[in-house]
């Protein structure tokens, strides 16, 4: 958990990133048009990148995810600039990677998401999902649209920037806390169990209110109605794959386990989720709700286990695509203090980081009548992680987060995510605060 | 091996086919632009389809390749016309995927080439090998230059188009050969080690012929003095990768095999596959090279097992995407004996199916002084498999070969490994030649 656990400089860490980038970086400046093989270049730098700075930031005790933003924010526009972006050549490929490592992540969570243990945890992860959903979004859309801050007119519409700012409040990731629950070995405390319940809560919450914003980002009206339409179809995808999932897969999945030709497994609930995140998104609903459907649906099949070992390593190849992809977009010489506004980014971001802790930790008391650790819970439920980063990513796209407010909203999941883990450890010290 | 080993109909086959690919037909009716969710579908349309074919094609008793090729003769304009090609929105994206898929797919073959082994096989390997390369290339190119057939004036220039129909007829596939002669138990025998042997000095060889032939469709100079060239370049390639990244990789290896980010093996060894690969296309010879340099070199490490086992899965999504891709460029309506030249075509495939039996039977015959089934080494190294089909691949999009020369190609490849695994069970079953 210490610098010391990095041993002694290992030199050829940099050393291969170097090897692999450099040439790009001379390919790139020779002004020729980006062909196949520099593609490959770029993906070969993001993936040897992704993984060492996941290394450096896993023996720092911080989750993989802060390295592969780092490991974007290295090769994106703030230093190297390897990565193509907008309408360069390869940006549409490096694009659609990074989707489908997106994807590759929620179709994981819905794997792992047992649907069952969360009904038995009840009433108590629920209220404790509801407010930690509710007092953030709240505190996120009171604060952008009526409080005067430093970056109130950027970007689209004020109410629906609120509203996004809000959203990326709302979210909990479900893979670091349970990776941090796990390293701490408080997994089957009650703690544990409340918190992981109530992360799977939110992050169902989570990708349905993804849902209606990027309705709002696609130009969707900012009504009541229109909220309530995405809402609706968002759950009654859901419902409805994974019922009716739930009763047709099972019967393929017997067929498909019988079947000998290689990669069977991988290849058709790869189809499988592929093809759901698609009839979301052609539903009206957002890719990731289809992909999250698809993982659960597979859980409930005697394919379990043969899907989660062979999706787990081409997960582990596309989801780190888009998280150096999300770290690219950050540009991180606005926090430069000469430059225009730096003090006001940070002030924002510092802002949201306490508007994203005071919501989630307040959660920890939603329960008054259960005796347990309230702060370990509250605090379990702080690192936004992987789906606060989707949310501000789709708002970055859809140009309704402007620059600023984006690398603000970036900062704020970063700083969240990386303080969880060693306060969540102290908090796990402490005995259970009086009913 | 036979039509009763697949039971009773299984309409769940075509059917979940269907549900996956008439979306995408449907959508596509529409004349809407192609999204990310169409293009999502056709993936996953190729996955499913490749996966169900090639269980049918193995069921059958026959390589799974050849059910990934007839899959993309369903999905291709045969028939749906759903893969996107061309300039169509979407195209470039299929294309990357697939140009993975040949360097997974060559990455493996280095990973699972043993060299040492080979070296000891020796001579007799070494002769089978030769022939089985200079006969066939012999035959073909003299056929197409020297005697009158229906295609000669087709596609670019006669001894360019000539050399790339000699050079597809010298591949014979390692992977179908060794998977025939694991489910026969004939690996240990004599004639297994000496099959096995030549077929991987032969990919070998035919890669280096594909760099040479990669040089010419790229506009190279048919001289005998740019053919060295390339073959320099290749050869030196692989040898200066395999000996310089035999002394420096394994001490890498030793580094990342103690790393503990989720993927970490996978990751920094396709990272180091893409690497090279685009190092080798940038030397001035072919991916593929580089890829399978690749592999060479961490099978000598100790990372081998793990990279085997974390890239099989991967490879197996990648590898049927270029097949299916391969397949759905072959247009079998030229086939129909109303089309115009299609008897010409029919002859043609037939000539050079012939001629690739004959030319890799022959071989069997190169080492008269040992004593083995010659027939069964023949027979061993017919099927051309993957490394025929990138070679008419290369030839198709280089503008090289004529659509009736790539489908009379095509056939050839398809005839030859579909053939091969019964007659090679048959001729097992005979007495050696007298020597």
């Given at each position: 958990?210490?610098?010391?656990?990095?041993?002694?400089?290992?030199?050829?860490?940099?050393?291969?990133?170097?090897?692999?980038?450099?040439?790009?970086?001379?390919?790139?400046?020779?002004?020729?048009?980006?062909?196949?093989?520099?593609?490959?270049?770029?993906?070969?730098?993001?993936?040897?990148?992704?993984?060492?700075?996941?290394?450096?930031?896993?023996?720092?005790?911080?989750?993989?995810?802060?390295?592969?933003?780092?490991?974007?924010?290295?090769?994106?526009?703030?230093?190297?600039?390897?990565?193509?972006?907008?309408?360069?050549?390869?940006?549409?490929?490096?694009?659609?990677?990074?989707?489908?490592?997106?994807?590759?992540?929620?179709?994981?969570?819905?794997?792992?998401?047992?649907?069952?243990?969360?009904?038995?945890?009840?009433?108590?992860?629920?209220?404790?999902?509801?407010?930690?959903?509710?007092?953030?979004?709240?505190?996120?859309?009171?604060?952008?649209?009526?409080?005067?801050?430093?970056?109130?007119?950027?970007?689209?519409?004020?109410?629906?920037?609120?509203?996004?700012?809000?959203?990326?409040?709302?979210?909990?990731?479900?893979?670091?806390?349970?990776?941090?629950?796990?390293?701490?070995?408080?997994?089957?405390?009650?703690?544990?169990?409340?918190?992981?319940?109530?992360?799977?809560?939110?992050?169902?919450?989570?990708?349905?209110?993804?849902?209606?914003?990027?309705?709002?980002?696609?130009?969707?009206?900012?009504?009541?109605?229109?909220?309530?339409?995405?809402?609706?179809?968002?759950?009654?995808?859901?419902?409805?794959?994974?019922?009716?999932?739930?009763?047709?897969?099972?019967?393929?999945?017997?067929?498909?386990?019988?079947?000998?030709?290689?990669?069977?497994?991988?290849?058709?609930?790869?189809?499988?989720?592929?093809?759901?995140a698609a009839f979301a998104s052609m539903a009206g609903s957002?890719?990731?709700?289809g992909?999250?459907?698809?993982?659960?649906?597979?859980?409930?099949?005697?394919?379990?286990?043969?899907?989660?070992?062979?999706?787990?390593?081409?997960?582990?190849?596309?989801?780190?695509?888009?998280?150096?992809?999300?770290?690219?977009?950050?540009?991180?010489?606005?926090?430069?203090?000469?430059?225009?506004?730096?003090?006001?980014?940070?002030?924002?971001?510092?802002?949201?980081?306490?508007?994203?802790?005071?919501?989630?930790?307040?959660?920890?008391?939603?329960?008054?009548?259960?005796?347990?650790?309230?702060?370990?819970?509250?605090?379990?439920?702080?690192?936004?992680?992987?789906?606060?980063?989707?949310?501000?990513?789709?708002?970055?796209?859809?140009?309704?987060?402007?620059?600023?407010?984006?690398?603000?909203?970036?900062?704020?999941?970063?700083?969240?995510?990386?303080?969880?883990?060693?306060?969540?450890?102290?908090?796990?010290?402490?005995?259970?605060?009086?009913?």
């Amino acid at each position: 958990m210490t610098l010391g656990r990095l041993g002694r400089p290992r030199p050829w860490h940099l050393l291969l990133l170097l090897a692999l980038a450099a040439p790009a970086v001379l390919w790139g400046a020779e002004g020729g048009e980006a062909g196949l093989p520099d593609l490959l270049l770029v993906v070969a730098a993001m993936l040897a990148a992704a993984k060492l700075f996941g290394e450096v930031a896993e023996r720092l005790g911080a989750p993989a995810v802060l390295g592969e933003l780092a490991a974007g924010v290295v090769l994106g526009p703030s230093l190297l600039d390897l990565i193509p972006s907008g309408t360069m050549p390869g940006a549409e490929i490096i694009r659609f990677l990074s989707e489908l490592g997106v994807i590759l992540l929620l179709f994981e969570v819905g794997l792992e998401t047992d649907l069952k243990a969360l009904f038995r945890v009840g009433s108590a992860a629920a209220l404790v999902a509801l407010v930690g959903v509710v007092l953030p979004f709240a505190l996120g859309y009171t604060y952008w649209a009526g409080v005067p801050h430093p970056m109130m007119g950027d970007g689209a519409d004020l109410g629906t920037v609120a509203i996004f700012i809000g959203a990326t409040l709302t979210a909990t990731s479900v893979g670091i806390t349970a990776r941090v629950l796990t390293d701490l070995g408080k997994m089957e405390t009650t703690e544990g169990r409340i918190i992981l319940g109530a992360a799977v809560l939110d992050d169902i919450i989570g990708l349905v209110i993804l849902s209606v914003v990027s309705g709002l980002a696609a130009g969707g009206e900012l009504s009541l109605g229109g909220i309530s339409a995405t809402f609706g179809i968002a759950v009654g995808f859901l419902v409805a794959t994974v019922v009716g999932g739930g009763l047709l897969i099972p019967r393929i999945a017997d067929r498909v386990i019988r079947m000998r030709v290689r990669g069977v497994v991988v290849g058709m609930s790869l189809a499988f989720a592929l093809a759901l995140a698609a009839f979301a998104s052609m539903a009206g609903s957002a890719l990731i709700i289809g992909a999250f459907a698809a993982g659960l649906i597979l859980r409930g099949t005697p394919l379990h286990h043969a899907v989660d070992a062979e999706v787990r390593p081409v997960a582990a190849l596309l989801a780190p695509i888009f998280f150096v992809k999300v770290g690219a977009a950050a540009d991180f010489t606005l926090l430069d203090p000469r430059a225009p506004g730096a003090g006001g980014l940070l002030l924002v971001a510092g802002v949201l980081t306490l508007l994203a802790l005071a919501g989630k930790v307040a959660a920890g008391w939603a329960v008054p009548w259960l005796r347990f650790r309230r702060l370990a819970v509250g605090i379990g439920m702080v690192p936004r992680g992987e789906v606060g980063l989707i949310f501000a990513d789709v708002g970055r796209r859809a140009g309704l987060l402007s620059e600023g407010t984006f690398n603000a909203v970036l900062l704020m999941v970063m700083l969240t995510t990386f303080l969880a883990p060693p306060v969540l450890k102290l908090a796990f010290g402490r005995p259970p605060e009086p009913t």
